[in-house]
């Protein structure tokens, strides 16, 4: 029940700060929205839920999210080729309860359903904090096996304006069977995101 209060309160903050940056944003000149390339894609910021389904989420732990994504490599010519060419990415999840954290890198593909709503894909990995193995059974930290551990990740968002746009994202974590333990880490969550 503590995790369903803080993901609500988390997502209210995030609706509430988006719906005001847009309205900022949408004062703008025209002028000012036109900006040279950059190195920098995007920027999210946001909360989830550490593995709801597991036991590091048992009483509802939450994270801090954040991340950022650079400029495609190359561009295409055309809209389909270009849902191939991924963006790189790099990010990190703090848990506010001392339980798994982790920094991240990897790709990710974003493909546009309509012109407001898009749904996104990510392939990595993941460096983390948390345990290898757990011999408690009744113990709230969840047994890793290694680090690194592979992560993908899976979103569906809606753009705000030509900069802002909010998502929902899962996220998963494993060792593929790569180490002796594998149950993996899930977390679900909402982020506010920023394109440049």
């Not at 590091?56 to 080729?81: M, Q, R, V, W, Y």
């Not at 899976?154 to 998963?172: K, Q, Y």
């Amino acid at each position: 029940m503590r995790v369903s209060k803080a993901l609500g309160f988390s997502l209210l903050v995030l609706f509430i700060g988006s719906t005001s940056l847009f309205a900022a944003d949408a004062k703008k000149p025209l002028s000012a929205a036109s900006a040279q390339p950059s190195l920098l894609s995007e920027f999210r910021i946001g909360f989830s839920a550490q593995d709801p389904w597991g036991p590091e989420g048992e009483d509802g732990s939450a994270n801090l999210t954040g991340e950022i994504l650079l400029a495609k490599p190359f561009t295409a010519s055309d809209l389909f080729t270009s849902y191939f060419i991924p963006r790189p990415h790099f990010g990190g999840s703090l848990n506010f309860d001392g339980r798994t954290s982790f920094a991240y890198t990897g790709l990710t593909w974003t493909i546009d359903v309509t012109p407001d709503v898009f749904v996104e894909g990510s392939v990595g990995g993941a460096f983390h904090n948390g345990k290898d193995k757990v011999n408690d059974p009744f113990s709230d930290r969840q047994a890793l096996g290694c680090s690194p551990l592979f992560r993908e990740s899976g979103s569906v968002g809606v753009r705000l304006s030509a900069n802002w746009s909010v998502m929902a994202t899962i996220e998963h974590l494993s060792n593929a069977g790569t180490c002796s333990d594998n149950r993996g880490l899930t977390n679900v969550g909402a982020r506010v995101g920023y394109s440049f």
